[in-house]
């Protein structure tokens, strides 16, 4: 209830290092490790995900790319699931779990690369719009608030029939459409921080807008970012596959998305093919699931009012 | 009437940290009585356990509480009672005003409503008439006549109301169901003193002619010898103190008690004239003493010459300062009092050039300040901010070293950086630095985070200081250590300091001069004897009406 | 897009509320300007991204097909495209002041005639799925916020976290096999039986088979968000001091829920709701395509699938007003809700 009295508490370390700043940042990135990892969900997903990530990693060895090679493939087409191809083969006769780990290296670079576009754009522009004021700030809101209120996915649809359709273009149309909701968070926590005494004070002392963003509002609003992050690439994963179901991917590079193209196109979905259906929707779903689970833990540590979402 | 018991009540807290669950006792071992019909002052700063035991006696607490121990309303033991009855005792024999009326009234509902919702859920037996809405509503509007508000007050919204008009409200819904007990947690605390003295005496007035039992929290002594006929001091769960006010107030005993009454002087004791129980100054000499540096014109260090700022625009225009003339003198500590809204701290912004003048200008040594950053930062090494609340004004993620640093750093002051830290650390009575600079402020106490923020402001070597309410968030045994530092580092490094702030019994403690601001002007202004012993202006004289003064006391010794 | 903000740590309090303290006229011309200005830049957006990106318009318009030279300045004169920019830009605003978005390179016909027959499928669609998801969304979210913790909130929170997961579409696709394909319960697409010229109770009938499937894929994926968000809204309540003033006054769990906590939550909630009406949309086009639902989304991706750039164009600019508009009604509906909003 009532603050530490101080006294008793303070480490009695004779001569501390100038470095101290640095020390006290590493104990706290220990106690933010130990407070994730007591939340079990998050953990869960954390650890999914690195399998996921380590699977991608390795699909060159796992599955070597002439397995995917339509002329050298041995295997009928439409297979279903066997103990030769667990997950059964696509139309062409490639096997659906060599796909689906070729497929989550493309499905997890659109998500990482849009959400590094998404985040970039969003917290430059969330900072600026809460730290600064007059017309720079009307004109970022106005700019946020378009961004936010216009169909994401109709506009993405727009900008990547335009550039024509590939991966580039998908990275690029999600990016664009999806940083207005990580923005408006950072300009809200911008605002909050500027509100706060210590930034008073350090105008009095004579700081400067880039000391103030520097030194007091981006590490504040950084661990809100890095949380959206996970969210975001959640998201953008859905988003890909979207893309590629409505024929903007690159038909050549198979994704997990483009696989469910590839599926309805060739009727599986309606010639009972099950297994061709499933596996990416299912992929797409556990992944997402566990960017959500993570990013919800790092918020929980975050900010601890949230505790028990 | 039902009597009120505390018997070797213990409520613990569990509590979750990074290291586990813990456990944490906020009121240990109480045992009170409060007879009907008696008023009872329960007196403690913050984390004592006096909210706690209010909440106890309609079993309010949080669910990670733990009770043990008895609460006897009556007959009955609270915290054996099932649910139901517990809800029909809930506000018909004992009701709260709580704390901070802002938060306490639902924003989106009519504050008729909300009183008449009361009577509502206790509309049975004697009350059954209740239930019919033109019944309750003249009701609401009986209630809201008995605490000085116009019936049609009560079609607003909360935030619609001033804080004093919101807690008459809170007030008019504890008396709804005509309980027999009123607990009243902090009911003034974020009140203006005279708004404060308004809301006290319709309280006390409601209380005496009903002959109801009060029980009144706080940690202001003054506010609770005003209505109350027994103060109870409570530390750190346990009660340290109980006694008849007068006596508590005239003759505190505890060494605790002691320290909470030091935060209210007596205006006009000398004992606490520049002397406060860890420092005093030295005998007046020259250029202390205000009287005798009225003739030194060029000792005027900081000026505001025809200050005006007004905010909004377009017919909504305010002045927030209005044409004020302040100068302050080297060496010397002006109090710059006034209420919130007064614009004494938008006067303090703009003297540090935080916020652009109107018109008119702040004058430094004679020159004008420019708002350019590059002019600005010489001033800022010579004129430095001390904040109102130490908790908000260091970054919770700086350690102790780097936010003392950050203003050598921003000035590249030459030297080695750890021995000014180290230096500005010492000023400040943070001993020895060494143990502090690693720590981050949530590990610090409050007043030693103020003592973070001065030596801050210290490391700039600055020749003065404007301080915002330096002390008001601060618990009152902090309180004075806090004011003897700034009246140290006036007596002995001439650090003159603008102390803005409510609180005259401060000016008396520490100021030379005394500024008296009221609605963006400055009404009176002299040496602080004569401004507060022989106050010439109407709005002194209220704000001093409703402090105790020596005056005063002097005439309660009179009476008994 | 930006529904990561449903799930994510905003909850709706940080919402900024403009306004307090405005007055009505200034409130709605604020409001109005912002959308106003959006308005603008979708048309400009409309224009430009269409005719000033990189590759020659005529070239992507006769994109894949075997055009002559002839043909090609057949087509460059016949939607101006000879002409300089800057008339061609006057060309395009006058003649969308006047309803004309253009001719369609694959019907032949004027572009509004095509999205007017397009707009009431699509009303229906979404209409009736965001009402449902609302009323859904809203009472679990409430539900599951005031018994935090319990299995109660655990199974909710756990299916609308995985349901958020899901891509809309193959939700769509998979409801198309199970209840389409192998069940034979409902339709597998269109919004009436080919060939059928029912009328009365029986057409009603008729579409209400066919709008199941359809309404039920994007409800899951749409009351799950709103769950999120009025769970995390009245969790920020709970905490609220006028709860503990409540309940002191005698009133039961459930009255404190009902009269106190709930209705302060919803404020919030019901503009971030809103703000997903862009989402919404953005699923409509993927139902309905997956539905073949014979409304705007779908008329989107046949355009996108063409492509056909002038019913793209238009179906852009007349989506994205419509979601502009909605959220300027939104915040005059916020203003009118909020009391603190409404008479400052």
């Given amino acids: 209830m009532s603050a530490p009295s101080g006294q008793e508490t303070l480490p009695t370390n004779k001569a501390p290092k100038i470095n101290?700043?640095?020390?006290?940042?590493?104990?706290?990135?220990?106690?933010?490790?130990?407070?994730?990892?007591?939340?079990?969900?998050?953990?869960?997903?954390?650890?999914?995900?690195?399998i996921v990530i380590g699977l991608a990693l390795l699909a060159p060895i796992l599955a070597p790319a002439e397995t995917l090679d339509v002329t050298r493939i041995t295997a009928g087409q439409n297979e279903p699931p066997s103990w030769a191809n667990p997950l059964g083969t696509d139309p062409s006769g490639r096997s659906v779990l060599a796909m689906l780990i070729w497929g989550a290296r493309v499905s997890l670079l659109v998500g990482f690369s849009a959400t590094a576009v998404s985040m970039v754009i969003g917290t430059v522009v969330g900072m600026a719009a809460g730290h600064f004021t007059g017309w720079t700030q009307a004109a970022l809101m106005r700019l946020i608030d378009f961004f936010l209120v216009v169909p994401g996915l109709v506009l993405a649809i727009v900008l990547s029939s335009i550039i024509g359709p590939g991966v580039t273009t998908i990275i690029v149309a999600i990016g664009i459409t999806s940083w207005a909701g990580t923005a408006r968070i950072v300009r809200s926590q911008t605002l909050t921080v500027e509100s706060r005494a210590y930034i008073e004070r350090s105008w009095a002392l004579g700081a400067s807008n880039a000391h103030i963003i520097r030194k007091h509002v981006l590490p504040a609003v950084m661990p809100l970012v890095l949380a959206n992050t996970t969210l975001t690439v959640g998201s953008a994963v859905i988003a890909e596959?979207?893309?590629?179901?409505?024929?903007?991917?690159?038909?050549?590079?198979?994704?997990?998305g483009s696989m469910l193209k590839m599926a309805l196109d060739t009727g599986a979905a309606t010639g009972g093919f099950w297994w061709y259906v499933l596996s990416p929707g299912l992929a797409i779903v556990g992944v997402v699931l566990c960017f959500t689970l993570v990013g919800r833990a790092l918020e929980s540590v975050i900010n601890p009012t949230l505790r028990g979402r | 009437m039902p009597r009120l018991e505390f018997v070797d009540l213990s409520v613990i807290y569990r509590t979750q940290t990074t290291v586990g669950p813990g456990e944490l006792t906020a009121v240990d071992g109480v045992n009170l009585v409060v007879e009907p019909g008696s008023t009872l002052g329960l007196a403690g700063e913050s984390g004592c356990g006096k909210s706690t035991l209010a909440m106890s006696v309609l079993r309010l607490l949080p669910a990670n509480t733990r009770t043990t121990g008895k609460i006897l309303l009556g007959e009955e033991n609270v915290p054996d009672l099932g649910w139901g009855r517990l809800r029909a005792v809930r506000w018909t024999e004992a009701a709260i005003v709580f704390q901070g009326a802002m938060h306490s009234l639902n924003p989106v509902r009519k504050v008729r409503d909300q009183i008449g919702e009361a009577l509502l859920i206790h509309a049975s037996g004697d009350r059954a008439k209740y239930k019919e809405e033109k019944v309750r509503d003249s009701r609401v509007a009986e209630l809201l006549k008995l605490v000085d508000l116009s019936p049609a007050k009560g079609n607003s919204y909360p935030h619609e109301l001033s804080g004093g008009q919101k807690q008459r409200i809170m007030i008019a819904m504890a008396l709804a169901c005509e309980p027999e007990l009123i607990i009243a947690d902090e009911p003034t605390t974020a009140l203006d003193v005279v708004v404060q003295a308004q809301v006290l005496q319709v309280l006390g007035d409601l209380v005496a002619s009903r002959g109801l039992s009060l029980i009144m929290i706080s940690h202001d002594l003054s506010v609770l010898a005003a209505t109350c006929e027994r103060i109870v001091v409570m530390q750190r769960g346990k009660i340290v103190e109980d006694g008849p006010s007068a006596e508590i107030m005239r003759n505190p005993q505890h060494p605790h008690t002691q320290a909470?009454?030091?935060?209210?002087?007596?205006?006009?004791?000398?004992?606490?004239?520049?002397?406060?129980?860890?420092y005093a100054a030295p005998e007046p000499s020259g250029t202390t003493s205000g009287g005798q540096a009225q003739g030194h014109a060029n000792d005027v260090v900081l000026e505001a010459r025809n200050l005006t700022v007004t905010f909004g625009g377009r017919g909504g225009a305010t002045n927030a300062v209005d044409n004020v003339n302040l100068s302050c003198r080297r060496g010397e500590i002006t109090a710059l009092v006034g209420q919130s809204g007064s614009g004494k701290t938008t006067l303090a912004r703009t003297m540090l050039g935080l916020q652009r003048p109107t018109s008119g200008a702040v004058y430094y040594d004679g020159n004008p300040l420019k708002h350019r950053r590059k002019d600005l930062k010489s001033y800022r090494k010579a004129v430095q901010f001390v904040l109102q609340d130490p908790s908000a004004a260091l970054n919770p993620k700086h350690t102790v070293y780097e936010a003392v640093a950050e203003g050598p750093r921003l000035h590249k002051l030459p030297g080695d950086e750890r021995e000014i830290v180290s230096r500005a650390l010492r000023r400040a009575e943070l001993n020895p630095p060494e143990r502090y600079l690693a720590t981050i402020p949530q590990e610090l106490s409050g007043g030693q985070r103020q003592r973070v923020v001065i030596a801050g402001a210290l490391a700039l070597d600055p020749e003065f200081l404007v301080a915002d309410e330096p002390v008001a968030s601060l618990d009152a045994s902090v309180r004075a250590d806090i004011l003897a530092l700034l009246l140290k580092l006036k007596c002995e490094s001439g650090v003159g300091a603008l102390v803005i702030t409510h609180d005259l019994g401060l000016a008396w403690n520490i100021a030379d001069r005394v500024v008296v601001m009221y609605q963006g002007k400055i009404v009176e202004e002299g040496p602080v004897e004569q401004v507060l012993l022989d106050p010439q202006h109407e709005y002194t004289k209220k704000l001093l009406s409703v402090v105790p003064t020596a005056q005063v006391a002097a005439d309660l010794d009179g009476a008994k | 897009m930006s529904a990561s903000q449903l799930v994510g740590a905003e909850t709706a309090k940080d919402l900024d509320e403009p306004g307090r303290g405005t007055s009505w006229l200034r409130y709605v011309a604020m409001k109005a300007g912002g959308s106003l200005f959006s308005l603008v830049m979708v048309v400009l957006l409309g224009f430009f991204a269409f005719r000033i990106l990189p590759g020659d318009p005529v070239r992507s318009l006769a994109d894949g097909r075997q055009v002559t030279a002839e043909q090609m300045d057949i087509l460059r004169k016949q939607y101006g495209l000879d002409q300089p920019v800057i008339a061609q830009f006057w060309r395009y605003l006058t003649d969308l002041f006047r309803g004309n978005l253009g001719d369609s390179y694959t019907y032949n016909r004027p572009v509004m005639e095509l999205i007017l027959d397009r707009l009431g499928p699509t009303l229906l669609l979404t209409g009736t799925a965001a009402a449902l998801s609302v009323v859904l969304g809203l009472w679990l979210g409430q539900r599951t916020a005031w018994r935090r913790g319990s299995m109660f909130d655990k199974a909710h929170t756990g299916i609308a976290l995985t349901l958020w997961s899901v891509p809309t579409f193959w939700l769509g696709l998979l409801m198309l096999l199970i209840f389409g394909g192998t069940l034979h319960w409902f339709p597998t697409g269109g919004m009436v039986t080919a060939g059928s010229t029912a009328t009365g109770l029986a057409y009603v009938w008729d579409v209400a088979r066919h709008l199941t499937l359809p309404m039920l894929t994007m409800v899951a994926v749409v009351y799950a968000q709103y769950l999120m968000v009025m769970r995390a809204s009245l969790l920020e309540e709970m905490s609220a001091d006028y709860l503990v003033t409540a309940r002191a006054k005698g009133l039961r769990e459930d009255q404190v829920r009902r009269k106190h906590a709930v209705p302060n939550a919803l404020l919030p909630t019901v503009t971030l709701i809103f703000l997903t009406l862009g989402g919404l949309i953005g699923g409509a086009v993927t139902v309905e395509t997956v539905f073949s639902w014979p409304g705007l989304g779908y008329l989107t991706f046949q355009a996108l699938s063409a492509p056909d750039f002038p019913l793209l164009q238009g179906t852009f600019v007349v989506f994205s007003s419509i979601v502009i508009i909605m959220n300027f009604f939104a915040d005059i509906l916020y203003r009118v809700l909020d009391p603190r909003l409404r008479t400052a």
């Fill in chain 1, 20 to 50: 101290v700043a640095a020390a006290r940042r590493r104990q706290r990135a220990g106690e933010v490790w130990r407070e994730f990892c007591s939340n079990r969900s998050g953990l869960i997903g954390l650890v999914v995900l690195a």
């Fill in chain 1, 241 to 256: 596959s979207t893309l590629s179901f409505l024929g903007l991917g690159d038909p050549s590079s198979i994704s997990w």
């Fill in chain 2, 260 to 278: 909470l009454a030091s935060a209210f002087p007596l205006i006009g004791d000398p004992a606490s004239r520049l002397r406060l129980p860890s």
